[in-house]
């Protein structure tokens, strides 16, 4: 999948520097075409002559050496990749992207490249205060909005002697990581029909009242457009929501639960993978007033249930692969695990509601990604889109494995 592609590895001034070199040697060995670009401060960590020598192509370092056939060479060094891996990526290098500073190569280099044609990624390594500081976090909270990659750090023991996040990412994590961005940026959904539904049910009790939900869509949403920009023809099954759907998204606006239940059914026998975010009301009232409930004396509701979508899918089954969602307040684990076996699931995505970032109208989520051979993969806070794609990477491996 790398193979013949053209990375900028941009080396930044930090101890990790050293991990960089088992990285290009990795990336050399997938059969890229790799071309490094060090900061000063990168120099004093690791010589150039170690790059030079993985890489076999001439190592730049400054905007004004000699060896550049021309003076515009930071232009030429940003046309060239498919994709650029900053690694690592220091409090200095984030900051000064995001704030548009181009006071060297590799910071020149950066702007001027063409992000619709290459994604630019960065991984940080740091100290974990720094990394912690408002700054930091803001700064990559910006450029993620900006559409750069930010890869989270690991947590571990770092060279300062403090133990926390901030531990670059090791190499071959890395190099799997640039792999499912190449995959991504190629299309590797195209010819799949993904069906998505999002968002609440509405369930009606009379012409102006309904039992609800708290779900805002977002997860959903997000899921769709990274299936669509990823070549997938996506169908959005939507409760109702405040969101506008994505681009070239067949959106189906539906109510209550039944409605969702009647969308669903129609589509499955014509998809190859079903993820169900919506949270759908497992009960309504048995009987919907046909005028609105003057106030008065008390009322009794009787709830009844509602039909499970998803595990009627997974009865009927045919080929399609399954992604529920669980959203629990208690016991996350085991009631995820329990909704994969009684709904025949293959992946479960499990959001415990009781953490912070987590669950209904946040824009970030927190998940445990369970899977049927008894795995689960922890991921840490991410922004849902950013969370889409690696669900989106996960179920397209499982689907070819
Ligand atoms: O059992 P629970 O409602 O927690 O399961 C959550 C998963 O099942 C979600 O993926 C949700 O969309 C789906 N579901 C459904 N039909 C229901 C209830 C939940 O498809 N009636």
Request: with cysteine; hydrophobic share 40%.
């Amino acid at each position: 999948m790398l193979e013949g592609k053209i990375v900028l590895l941009g080396i930044s001034g930090g101890i990790a520097a050293y991990k960089s070199a088992e990285l290009a040697r990795l990336l050399v060995k997938e059969g890229c075409t790799v071309q490094v670009v060090m900061t000063e401060a990168a120099c004093e960590f690791i010589s150039p002559l170690t790059f030079k020598t993985l890489t076999g192509r001439p190592v730049y370092c400054s905007l004004f050496e000699k060896s550049h056939s021309s003076a515009t060479a930071h232009i030429d060094l940003a046309r060239e990749p498919h994709l650029a891996l900053i690694a690592p990526a220091t409090a200095n290098i984030i900051g000064k992207i995001r704030a548009g500073i181009a006071d060297d190569l590799l910071s020149t280099v950066l702007m001027a490249m063409d992000r619709g044609r290459s994604p630019v990624i960065f991984s940080p390594s740091m100290n974990s205060t720094m990394f912690s500081s408002p700054a930091v976090r803001d700064n990559i909270k910006v450029l993620r909005q900006r559409g750069y990659l930010v890869v989270e750090p690991g947590e571990g023991f770092l060279a300062c002697g403090e133990v926390g996040e901030g531990r670059m990412v090791e190499p071959p994590q890395l190099v799997t990581y640039l792999k499912s961005i190449i995959a991504r940026e190629e299309g590797d959904y195209t010819g799949l029909t993904v069906l998505v539904t999002a968002g609440p049910t509405r369930e009606p009790l009379d012409p102006v009242r309904y039992f609800g939900n708290l779900s805002s869509g977002k997860m959903g949403y997000a899921l769709a457009r990274a299936a669509s920009e990823r070549g997938a023809r996506v169908i959005l099954i939507s409760g109702p929501t405040a969101l506008d759907p994505p681009e070239k998204v067949h959106l189906s606006l539906v109510s209550s639960a039944r409605e969702m239940y009647h969308a669903v059914m129609e589509e499955y026998p014509n998809v190859d993978i079903v993820i169900k975010t919506a949270a759908v009301a497992d009960y309504r009232p048995e009987e919907c007033f046909p005028e609105k409930v003057k106030k008065g004396k008390e009322i009794e509701v009787k709830l009844v249930r509602n039909p499970d979508i998803l595990k009627e899918l997974g009865l009927n089954k045919k080929g399609q692969f399954l992604v529920g969602f669980a959203a629990e307040t208690e016991d996350l684990l085991d009631n995820a695990n329990k909704k994969m076996k009684e709904k025949n699931l293959d992946m479960v995505v499990a959001n415990d509601l009781g953490v912070e970032g987590a669950g209904f109208a946040t824009d970030t989520n927190v998940v445990h990604v369970l899977y049927r051979d008894g795995f689960v993969e922890e991921f840490p806070i991410m922004d849902k889109y950013q969370l889409s794609h690696l669900i989106l990477d996960r179920i397209i491996s499982l689907r070819s494995s």
